[in-house]
């Protein structure tokens, strides 16, 4: 007789992503999903994504989900946790949405100490609407429209989102994590889980980004990618906890 140890998190429905072979959406959603059905919250949760490559992330959650339009997640998460303050409120955004377009509603949501919860997809360039330079799009990396490499004198540099959000005061929980191997993807897990668990005791903000790779933007194969993100992403946005409750309270 076998014993089944792994499964499909209640969360998740049983439907096919639609994201590129490689991508770590998938990843990402399915410990989202894990970790709303452990803290036992996902009749609770409402998920908001706007315009990007999680676009549609309403047709994989098992939980309330809806779309907003670009870049006003974290407004439309506002209303909504305002609204309805016992709900379980997270935005899961794209780095082209959130650091671009969005940068004033995530930057103003922390400020404002709003008790929501930010997932943070940072692949380094616009997934979507197809391989355009982001605003955390690497020095020296090619893209759609940096052909010879981001240049730093025209285009400035790639913004760190989770350092310049731990400054603020409403912020009180940012992280950043990869999922580019198992082990970082446990403590992708755990990081999430805490974020959530800000929200849950009411202290305010909190936000993780994840690393994440794009393979059929940046050209190359899933395990290319993977590589890549190890060799470059990793040195220009460290992993690690940026801020905490504790940390705050001092």
């Known amino acids: ?8 998190p209640k969360g998740l429905k049983d439907v ?9 959406h998938g990843i990402i959603h399915r410990l989202v999903a894990e970790v709303l059905d452990e803290l036992d919250v996902r009749d609770k949760a409402i998920g908001i994504a706007p315009v990007g490559c999680s676009v549609l992330a309403y047709e994989y959650f098992a939980f309330d989900a809806f779309e907003a339009a670009h870049g006003r997640a974290p407004a439309v998460a506002t209303g ?7 709900a379980v409120v997270f935005t899961y955004q794209g780095d082209g949405d959130l650091a671009a377009i969005g940068c004033a509603e995530i930057v103003h949501a922390a400020a404002r100490g709003e008790k929501i919860t930010t997932i943070f997809v ?17 020095v020296g990396q090619v893209t759609n429209t940096s052909p010879y490499g981001r240049n730093a004198e025209s285009a400035g540099y790639p913004i760190k989102v989770s350092e310049m959000l731990s400054t603020l005061e409403g912020a009180k929980f940012i992280a950043r994590v990869a999922v580019n191997t198992p082990g970082n993807m446990v403590k992708a897990k755990a990081a999430i889980k805490k974020a959530f668990e800000v929200q849950i005791r009411g202290e305010g903000f909190a936000l993780v ?7 059929t933007n940046w050209g190359m194969s899933p395990v290319e990618a993977t590589g890549w993100l190890a060799k470059n992403m990793l040195a220009y946005y460290p992993l690690g906890v940026y801020k905490t409750p504790e940390e705050v309270a001092k």
């Open 80 to 86: 909504v946790k305002r609204v309805h303050p016992d």
């Open 122 to 138: 940072n692949n380094a360039i616009y997934g979507m609407t197809g391989g355009q330079m982001a605003p955390t799009s690497l």
């Open 209 to 215: 980004e994840v690393l994440s790779t794009c393979p």
């Open 16 to 24: 096919a992503f639609h994201y590129c072979p490689g991508c770590h």
């Open 1 to 8: 007789m076998t014993e089944k140890v792994f499964s499909r």
